[in-house]
């Protein structure tokens, strides 16, 4: 059973940087896809960006592109989501998803992490 626990929320200025963190769990993940979604008050969940383990290939949402980027640890089974320029707009809870290459749901879940960004 795959395991993931989210690092790193916290309170930010408009403008700043933070880093979460996923830790990773419960299996090998060569064949997994991990990614990060986000959840506003009174807004639907939505992706955020996510990277195929065995290749490093990355994908993220539009509203993200050129201010987040995804990566990960292979040897410590971590992905960090590193967030730059941070605006009011990015608050919300931050979870971590992991999904099988072959499979488009994402089945497995972390609890989250808020991250509240300050104008």
């Known amino acids: 059973q795959v395991q993931l626990v989210e690092s790193g929320g916290g309170l930010v200025q408009a403008g700043g940087s933070l880093r979460l963190s996923c830790a990773a769990s419960?299996?090998?993940?060569?064949?997994?896809?991990l990614g990060w979604f986000r959840q506003a008050p009174g807004k639907e969940r939505e992706f955020v960006a996510s990277?195929?383990?065995?290749?490093?290939?990355?994908s993220y949402a539009d509203s993200v592109k050129g201010r987040f980027t995804i990566s990960r640890d292979s040897a410590k089974n971590t992905v960090f989501l590193e967030m730059n320029s941070l605006k009011p707009d990015d608050t919300a809870v931050y979870y971590c998803?992991?999904?099988?290459?072959?499979?488009?749901?994402?089945?497995?879940w972390g609890q989250g992490t808020q991250v509240t960004v300050s104008s």
């Open positions: 990277t195929a383990w065995i290749s490093g290939s990355t």
């Open positions: 998803a992991a999904r099988t290459l072959l499979n488009r749901t994402w089945g497995s």
């Open positions: 419960g299996r090998t993940f060569r064949s997994y896809v």
